[in-house]
């Protein structure tokens, strides 16, 4: 709703923790060691802010009052966002979700799935235009697989 407050939440990771998350810190000791001397987190960090100020321009153009925030990812995701929507005591979460192709693009993403199960508020999920491109072709299949048309 036109004058309705906004936050965009943005969540990044440190290269330590993308390293680790995906078990390769054994394998880059010496990397983690250069891409923090060389500022990779602080660059990641900004350009997660880039990308909150700029989902902050398309709220206010969309009529909204916007500010945005930019939070380190912590362990999950999910709970990040919860945490979030509850020290901002949010009337309702938006989130999107990706494509993932095939029939996983007919699911919801890990993050969507956990946010909607464990929300003590209203979620609206949107997906993104590919994958609603995609869900809207396989609804047309199903329809004339069915004979609905």
């Known amino acids: 709703m036109a004058g309705s407050e906004a936050t965009v ?11 680790t998350r995906h078990g390769s810190l054994g394998l880059g000791f010496g990397m983690v060691g250069a891409c923090g001397d060389d500022g990779a ?6 350009a997660a802010a880039e990308t ?12 909204l009052v916007a500010q945005p925030r930019v939070v380190n990812r912590g362990d999950d995701i999910a709970a990040v966002i919860l945490a979030e929507a509850g020290d901002l005591d949010a009337d309702v979460i938006v989130l999107g979700t990706r494509g ?3 029939v996983k693009s007919l ?3 890990s993050v969507s ?9 209203a979620v609206l ?21 069915a004979g609905i048309t």
Do not use: F, N, Y
Request: zero cysteines.
């Open 100 to 102: 993932l192709g095939g």
């Open 41 to 46: 987190d602080a660059a990641i960090k900004q």
């Open 52 to 63: 909150a100020a700029e989902g902050v321009q398309r709220a206010v153009a969309a009529g």
């Open 125 to 145: 999920v949107i997906p993104s235009p590919s994958l609603a491109e995609q869900r809207h072709h396989w609804a047309e299949h199903a329809q004339i697989t």
């Open 107 to 109: 699911m919801l993403g």
């Open 113 to 121: 799935h956990a946010v909607l199960h464990h929300a003590d508020r």
């Open 9 to 19: 939440l943005v969540i990044w990771e440190t290269i330590l923790e993308t390293m």
